[in-house]
């Protein structure tokens, strides 16, 4: 028997509940994977308070790593005993799972599960931002609105590797030291001279904002865009913006957003995920820490993400 978190309606933390469940055989194009690690997203809190709709009951969780146990008909690409991951594939809260083959990528020896599952999935959207959303190159100079979350962690210091000059803002002045450590100058969202600081680094505006707050931040960035920069609106967690596209237009800013999977598929999967470990191994993530907590504890891990107190970029450990 398999041990799955499950909702049965949505909420606060205390809906997520362990039962016990028969997995199964994976039918055909599936493959059944033990999981070793499952990855803790900020989807998965929206889809717990049902602002991300799945049919109830349901199985948070879109992230995980682990070990194949068995292919269903007409899988070939993987067999029981490979290593491998996914980053958005629904029901990822269990110890094993039924998972469509298409949706793995392997893993190379030298990157761990339980890598795989915290940085995959985060990673893998910093890259939508640095490759598909704006192709980051050395000179440009990047604003990254929520630079202390996940995604922006990851981005921040893959942008500064690239040759960006990084302005990383974070929310609050206990997060300020590990925005300073992945950014070329950091500084607070509550800061009322923010823009101002902003325009003394950037006088033209900055070439691109990565914006990963939404509402509560796309004015700022609307104001430090320089004209002809772009917009890449990465998640919103205060709420999506009502931005005046006329007036941004009139500037020539482009305005580009979209989910990671629209813009990490088919061929391009194993370009993302090549950079992304690539990354991984010239030690550009070393610092940021990891915040494991075990499978039991899921309702303390979602309580901790909507109180933004995690310390470190969340996994779960069976």
Do not use: C
Request: hydrophobic share 50%.
């Amino acid at each position: 028997m398999a041990k799955i978190i499950q909702m049965r309606s949505p909420g606060d933390p205390s809906v997520l509940e362990i039962v016990q469940a028969e997995i199964g055989a994976p039918g055909p194009g599936q493959v059944r994977l033990v999981q070793d690690a499952i990855g803790i997203n900020a989807v998965d809190g929206l889809v717990r308070k049902g602002l991300y709709p799945m049919a109830l009951p349901a199985v948070p969780g879109f992230e995980a790593a682990g070990v194949v146990d068995a292919v269903g008909q007409g899988v070939t690409a993987f067999a029981p005993g490979d290593r491998a991951a996914y980053f958005f594939a629904q029901g990822a809260y269990a110890t094993v799972a039924l998972v469509p083959a298409s949706a793995l990528v392997p893993l190379p020896d030298d990157v761990d599960v339980t890598t795989a599952a915290t940085i995959l999935a985060k990673g893998l959207t910093a890259w939508m931002g640095l490759r598909a959303l704006y192709d980051l190159n050395a000179g440009d100079t990047a604003l990254v609105l929520g630079a202390s979350g996940g995604v922006g962690s990851l981005l921040s210091r893959w942008a500064k590797a690239l040759g960006g000059a990084v302005i990383g803002v974070a929310g609050s002045l206990d997060k300020l030291d590990k925005v300073q450590a992945g950014a070329t100058h950091a500084l607070l969202a509550s800061d009322p001279q923010a823009a101002a600081r902003i325009h003394e680094i950037a006088p033209a505006g900055v070439d691109v904002v990565y914006d990963l707050i939404g509402q509560a931040t796309f004015n700022l960035a609307a104001d430090v865009v320089r004209d002809g920069g772009v917009i890449a609106t990465i998640g919103a967690a205060s709420g999506q913006p009502k931005p005046s596209t006329q007036a941004l237009a009139r500037r020539g800013v482009q305005i580009r957003g979209g989910g990671t999977p629209q813009h990490v598929r088919g061929p391009t999967v194993a370009v993302a995920t090549g950079e992304l470990w690539a990354a991984h191994r010239a030690g550009l993530f070393d610092d940021l820490e990891t915040a494991r907590y075990p499978f039991d504890a899921i309702a303390r891990a979602h309580a901790d993400m909507d109180a933004r107190r995690m310390i470190g970029l969340p996994v779960l450990i069976p």
